[in-house]
């Protein structure tokens, strides 16, 4: 870029350009739209049941009927996709897991529904051992080491379980390797070929997740850290070999988690590989900007909107986030 070319002050006035709202939307680079969000939804046993996060003021496990509803409202929104995560009773929680690949847990069940109730929102869902393992690790724990590959062949039974209730975005938030190629060639194998693979590939171990935790119910369970299997957060060229690493193996779509802390990422990975490039706004950013915004020490609703935004300028093409249908009201004006 010819930088040398910009004309010294007075010639050059940036002000210029930003002296009214419509000449600052003429020279607007990044936009937000609702066709941007994917909104992550907690789900619960149970019927008719709403009941707060406490840790996440504003967000709520919901019952499978409940759920039904708000992807229906989503959908009306113009909100593209809905994220399941299950909270699971403590009495399924095993060290086998083997909750992960019923046909009928609470996650398919309310994939199932959502789609017998014909409602047009895509459906993205959680590949992880964690809500299932009584250690409250997402791989095997075996003498207090989580072991690769044996988890793997886990993941692969749990992914296709959820795309035969009719998942379209499978998202492995494991963080083992080779489980994407495994999941890939699984799929094919079953006939599944339009099934998406959003693939957490540049997830970091991360203090930011408490909320989610409380949220499914894994704080509790959790035996130590993910250290082993998350990445660590001084790190950014390990990012960009794990995403070549899961392009390479059908990933269709990669996602970099935690958002705020790790947009350098973003920026690197939508740089580096041109692909449709994911952050997730975890359950941390979403406390910290409303405990602030509840405290009256910042305004929610800018705040919100302006963290949304440097997701785009960082090269995201879109954003999971627990503000999605608050976001989609604000922007529909309704
Ligand atoms: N594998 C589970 C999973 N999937 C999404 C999140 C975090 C989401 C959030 O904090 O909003 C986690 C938590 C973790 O890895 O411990």
Known sequence: MPFNAQAPFPTTRFRRTRQSPQIRA?????????????????????????????SMPG???????????AAREAADLGIPAICL???????????DSAEAWNPNNL?????????????????????ALDPYNSDGHDGFVVDGKIINDETVDALVKQAIEQARA???IIGPSDMMDGRIGAIRAALEAEGFRDTMLLSYSAKYASAFYGPFR????????LKGDKTTYQMNP?????????????????????????????????RRVKDTFAVPTYAYQVSGEYAMIQAAALNGWIDGEKAMLES??????????????????AVARKLQGV
Do not use: H
Request: contains cysteine.
């Open 214 to 221: 409380d949220a499914v119910g894994a704080s509790g369970a």
């Open 166 to 168: 009719g998942v379209d």
């Open 85 to 95: 995560f299950p909270y699971t009773d403590a009495s399924l929680k095993t060290p």
């Open 107 to 127: 996650s398919n069940r309310a994939t199932r529904a959502i789609r017998d109730a014909g409602i047009d929102i895509a459906i993205m869902s959680d590949v």
């Open 234 to 266: 001084a790190n950014s060229d390990e990012a960009l070999r794990l995403i070549e690493r899961d392009l390479s193996e059908g990933a269709d779509m990669v996602m970099v988690k935690p958002g705020m802390p790790y947009l350098d990422i973003c």
């Open 59 to 69: 967000v709520n496990r919901l019952s499978v009927d409940k759920i039904v509803d």
């Open 308 to 325: 949304l935004m440097c997701f785009k300028r960082a090269g995201c093409d879109g954003i999971l986030t627990y503000f999605a249908p």
């Open 26 to 54: 003429l020279v607007q680079e990044n936009t937000l739209s609702v066709g941007d969000l994917i909104w992550p939804v907690f789900v619960r046993d149970g019927e008719n049941v709403v009941e707060p996060v406490q």
